[in-house]
């Protein structure tokens, strides 16, 4: 996927690529700009000029989203895959009632009447914990966790097999982003949809996804189930991110930074992208890029430090190879 610009494409996203089970919850991590929220907006295709999808393939259900004509698009939309956007203010009309944007949003996706679609919208205000009565309600009349909760009612509108949540919690305090996802949890469990969930706080990823992808620079650096990410990190930048957040409990450490930033992606580094922040950077590394390998069952790392491994190599020995442990500090000279 790529963004045309006066100084030439951008490639926003290059050769990213992962499936998402039935019932799962799915992460994508990275900092900002890695190009999280562009595979949200493909795959429901909703990119606008100058985004345009130069490749690749999009499948669900055994259907190609990238074949689909706009009246198929319009029947995809919320009745297959839906979508909690970022900071739910801004994904609201301020000048509209809940009630009413919930019910535009039944009625221009199925074939309910506009009376089956209120009482719809009354018990989907239910499910998220907001009385039905706030239905007359505008944005604004409405807590930043109620305005949330309605965003989310919107999404779940016509029982969607996926949702994609795109920084859900970002504008909310801590006790309101922990009530909000135990709510989303409780209600993937009853319904049984699945989620594409993209923050870049890792923390809470960790803690109620099944799966995470790790993006850096447009691609994928890191794949693997939640814990096994937490506990076990194999990319430099994925440490980095880890070592980036406090812990709740345990003994206090040293919070440390990735030195550096992101590159240009209208010039990217050669080779591996990372190489220009990484503290254990070789020659080779600038000049080839590192393919996605799976290392350990279910645990897949781009990154040169894992070339040749055997599936089953532990870490410890990996690390071994780099010279100890895996830490941020100065950059190497």
Not at 225 to 242: V, W
């Amino acid at each position: 996927m790529e963004y045309v610009t006066g100084r030439g494409p951008v490639r926003a996203v290059e050769g990213v690529s992962f499936s998402i089970a039935p019932g799962e919850v799915f992460g994508l991590a990275g900092e900002s700009g890695c190009g999280k929220s562009t595979v949200a907006h493909a795959i429901m295709r909703i990119l606008r000029p100058p985004a345009i999808i130069t490749g690749g393939r999009i499948a669900f259900q055994g259907r190609d989203v990238l074949a689909m004509s706009d009246e198929e698009l319009e029947r995809f939309r919320w009745a297959s895959v839906s979508m909690v956007f970022q900071s739910a203010m801004n994904s609201l009309n301020p000048v509209m009632t809940i009630g009413d944007q919930i019910v535009d949003a039944i009625t221009s996706h199925s074939d309910l009447s506009k009376k089956q679609a209120w009482e719809r919208a009354a018990e989907l205000l239910e499910i998220v914990g907001i009385e039905p009565s706030r239905l007359r309600s505008y944005p604004h009349q409405l807590s930043g966790g109620m305005r949330q909760r309605a965003v989310i009612a919107t999404a779940l509108a016509l029982n969607p097999p996926l949702m994609i949540m795109d920084e859900p919690t970002t504008a909310l305090d801590v006790v309101v982003q922990k009530e909000i996802m135990q709510q989303i949890e409780e209600l993937k469990d009853r319904l049984g949809f699945s989620i594409l969930f993209i923050t870049h706080d890792l923390s809470l990823l960790v803690e109620f996804s099944d799966r995470i992808a790790i993006m850096y620079a447009g691609e994928i650096v890191e794949m693997a189930p939640a814990r096994e990410l937490f506990s076990n990190p194999l990319h430099p930048y994925t440490y980095g991110l880890m070592n980036s957040f406090p812990s709740i409990s345990g003994e206090k450490r040293k919070l440390t930074g990735i030195p550096g930033s992101p590159p240009d992606l209208l010039h990217p580094p050669s080779g591996c992208r990372f190489h220009p922040r990484c503290p254990y950077v070789q020659p080779m590394f600038k000049e080839v890029a590192p393919r996605l390998r799976e290392v350990t069952p279910g645990h897949f790392v781009a990154c040169h430090l894992y070339d040749g491994c055997q599936p089953g190599q532990s870490q410890v020995s990996l690390k071994a190879a780099v010279g100890g442990e895996l830490k941020f500090g100065e950059m190497p000279k």
